[in-house]
């Protein structure tokens, strides 16, 4: 069977459509209204102007949106009571966590026998990790809000939920945060029983096989000295961002966390972003400065490289220039303190030299070229 006949919906087209809220309601009555009524106002702006308006409701108003909210409710339980749902699904209509076809991981190829064979980062039969509230209500929402919102992009989509979901009050909030402690606790009983195939860590994670991938991984040790890396622009903006997110959703992963951001960073305007592209730009320069500096600091400090023939040519070579220029400093000797021992000297063979100083060539030509004069034994 192919992908694209095994994919079963997120959600059978055939279940109830599920109740709204008051605000819901009151947003996709004013939705059009407001509009028409703000052209100038972007998605963002006319989303807090309608929170805005609704906050600012009299009682007598918002009453008559929380009983439209209740006949709502009331046709979802009746139409939930009669529905049968088809094999795959719950009873609310929800694919069954089996028989979701979730996006491929990333494969890493491996090499062997010629052929290249494809392994998972993750082990399919792993448990399903666990979501957070937020996580739980935009999966839950959104084919919801797409059909309500047709002409909206992704990242407006994303906003439009983050701001439905603080207006959510705080017992629909708790009761999401239950389902994902019923999912926490879920995910925790499937791992306690969990036995990773071969080649898998504890948590179902792909174990790198190290010794055919030709790297090293021992960790380089850093210079203290070094200057700090130049940061990003995105980087720039996480430090502003990063604290409002965790007030927003405290309960928050640390992965999610990443998601929402680079969402936000990339439906931010272009006259708000150039405030953090100038920030990287006089980082960047920082850095380049230290960097040039910090070079020629370590140039300096270091001591003259040894050379040391490579072949035996250039041995011979340099020992050859190191054997002449020692006859003419010896001749120069014995001629001024003994004119005997120049005219013996004169008859001194250099290449005579390396039995009686004992030593291996290449060695023997490092040890003139350090101290520019031979020892002998």
């Known amino acids: 069977m192919s992908n694209m006949s095994a994919r079963r919906p997120a959600r059978d087209p055939m279940a109830p459509k599920r109740n709204m809220s008051a605000y819901l309601l009151y947003q996709n009555a004013m939705r059009d209204s407001f509009k028409s009524q703000n052209p100038g106002m972007t998605f963002g702006q006319l989303s807090k102007y309608t929170s805005a308006m609704y906050a600012e409701m009299p009682a007598e108003e918002k009453e008559a949106w929380n009983a439209r909210a209740e006949a709502d409710k009331a046709r979802y339980l009746h139409e939930l009571a009669t529905y049968v749902p088809p094999p795959g699904y719950d009873v609310k209509g929800d694919a069954l966590s089996g028989h979701l076809i979730q996006p491929q991981g990333r494969a890493r190829k491996t090499v062997g026998m010629g052929h290249a064979a494809v392994k998972t980062v993750r082990d399919p039969s792993a448990p399903r990790r666990n979501m957070s509230a937020y996580l739980l209500y935009q999966n839950c929402m959104r084919e919801t809000f797409k059909s309500m919102n047709p002409g909206m992009t992704f990242g407006q989509l994303a906003k439009f939920t983050s701001h439905m979901y603080k207006c959510l009050s705080v ?135 040894l050379m040391v023939p490579d072949t035996q040519a250039q041995w011979q070579q340099q020992y050859a220039m190191a054997a002449g220029q020692q006859a003419m400093d010896h001749a120069g000797y014995y001629a001024h303190y003994a004119p005997q021992a120049a005219e013996a000297y004169a008859h001194y063979d250099p290449s005579q030299m390396m039995h009686h100083a004992h030593m291996d060539p290449y060695a023997h030509a490092a040890y003139q070229q350090q101290y520019g004069h031979y020892h002998y034994g």
């Open 171 to 305: 017992e629909e909030k708790a009761r999401w945060e239950a389902h994902a402690a019923q999912d926490k606790a879920r995910f925790e009983a499937e791992m306690a029983s969990y036995v990773p195939p071969v080649g898998y860590d504890q948590s179902g994670n792909l174990i790198e096989d190290r010794s055919s991938m030709h790297k090293k991984y021992q960790k380089k040790v850093k210079d203290p000295e070094q200057p700090k890396r130049a940061r990003g622009s995105f980087v720039f903006f996480t430090f502003d961002e990063r604290p409002k997110v965790m007030a927003e959703f405290p309960e928050l992963k640390f992965v999610e966390m990443g998601t929402l951001l680079g969402e936000r960073w990339r439906n931010l305007p272009q006259d708000e972003k150039q405030k953090y592209e100038d920030l990287a730009a006089e980082d960047k320069a920082r850095f380049n400065k230290e960097m040039e500096e910090y070079t020629a600091n370590r140039v300096a400090q270091e001591p003259p490289q």
